[in-house]
């Protein structure tokens, strides 16, 4: 089977695509393997969003569900057990990208309870758990950037485990996430850990910031401000990624990574995420082939996929050198009325708040059916 040409060129350009999405009809069905023989995915990620809407469909997860009843199994363990299995199985079919990339890619994520979103110590715990459970090196354990939570994306890396930071919205708090990483390898690397084989992501979102923004523009209404829709998005990815190539790629304040990367230490790699495009009056291959830069990822829903794979237009590296322009267009939305501060707070509360319903309406869903496989 060959590789789709629109997303080899995507791969060519610097790119990993990641598949956002999983489910284990589509890993036992050999739908995974078949994405990664033809559509170029060497990666996959999971949010509690996903895992709710696959246990919520077909019939995958029955006979799983009626042995952990019959074990009496608590909705927690059983999740647990669960997504796990589920993760631990696609690490499995991405073991031989993992080698082939030399651990870059061929990664699996899997989300720490959201409701943990503000206790770093419980967050850390937990990912600890969850890294000794799917016992997987190709496993990355997902984070959310709150502030509460950055202590442990430190600390979890400083036990030589990898991470994947989600929830990122602001260029700020993206500064903070890849000084809490930085700090992180250098404590792995005082405890002795191999540093090479740590590796991290930065999840930040793209669509939503649009969704919000151009939400505010309209309620403005003036000409100025809504010739600013859908602009938003990528221009803060362009600015996040500027930031990332001073820390990692030679500007000003490279030479904390510089030091670190003597010993094996590997770059943080800006991963966007939310890159179905929300706005039908958008090109729906825009937060991809717009995004494309070197050693980036990409974690695209399959329609998205699909899409970049029948239409994408991808003209290489679209990003770098676009900092000026990006922060042109930030200062246009601050000028028209924009309130960035509130956008960015709004955005990561709001993110917080819809993994912590998808958790609980997962809880939910599966203590009932704990209980009618129970009871049969």
């Not at 409701?115 to 758990?129: G, N, S």
């Not at 090196?137 to 984070?143: A, E, G, S, T």
């Not at 649009?210 to 403005?220: A, N």
């Not at 707070?345 to 869903?365: P, Y």
């Amino acid at each position: 089977m060959a590789q789709n040409e629109n997303l080899a060129a995507l791969s060519a350009s610097g790119v990993s695509v990641w598949l956002d999405d999983l489910s284990r009809d589509r890993i036992q069905s050999g739908n995974l393997a078949e994405l990664i023989a033809t559509r170029s995915v060497v990666g996959v990620t999971t949010n509690p969003t996903i895992f709710q809407g696959a246990l919520s469909k077909g019939t995958a997860y029955d006979a799983q569900v009626k042995d952990l009843a019959a074990q009496g199994a608590d909705v927690d363990s059983a999740i647990r057990t669960i997504t796990t299995d589920d993760v631990r199985a696609a690490c499995d079919v991405f073991a031989e990208t993992f080698a082939a990339t030399d651990g870059v890619d061929g990664r699996v994520s899997i989300e720490v309870d959201p409701r943990l979103a503000f206790d770093a110590d419980k967050t850390t715990a937990q990912a600890i758990e969850l890294w000794k459970i799917v016992d997987r090196p190709n496993l990355f354990i997902k984070i959310p950037a709150t502030e509460a939570a950055l202590p442990s994306i430190t600390a979890v890396l400083a036990e030589g485990i990898s991470v994947n930071v989600t929830l990122i919205f602001s260029v700020q708090r993206y500064r903070q996430v890849m000084g809490a990483y930085l700090d992180g390898i250098r404590k792995a690397g005082i405890a002795e850990h191999d540093t090479a084989k740590i590796h991290s992501v930065a999840s930040f979102f793209v669509s939503r910031v649009d969704t919000e923004i151009d939400k505010r523009l309209e309620d403005i209404g003036t000409p100025e401000a809504l010739a600013l829709r859908g602009k938003a998005g990528v221009a803060n990815a362009r600015l996040a990624y500027a930031e990332y190539q001073d820390v990692f790629d030679g500007g000003k304040h490279t030479s904390t990574y510089t030091h670190l990367s003597a010993s094996g230490a590997n770059r943080q790699r800006p991963l966007w995420a939310s890159t179905g495009v929300k706005n039908p009056e958008y090109s729906d291959t825009l937060y991809v082939v717009d995004l494309a830069a070197p050693n980036t990822v990409n974690t695209v829903p399959e329609k998205t996929l699909e899409a970049v794979a029948d239409h994408g237009e991808v003209r290489g590296d679209a990003v770098t050198g676009t900092a000026q322009q990006a922060q042109e267009v930030f200062d246009q939305l601050v000028a028209v009325g924009i309130d960035l501060d509130d956008v960015f707070a709004v955005l990561e509360r709001e993110g917080v708040d819809k993994f912590e319903k998808s958790w609980e309406e997962l809880l939910s869903a599966t203590a009932e059916e704990l209980r009618t496989t129970g009871s049969n």
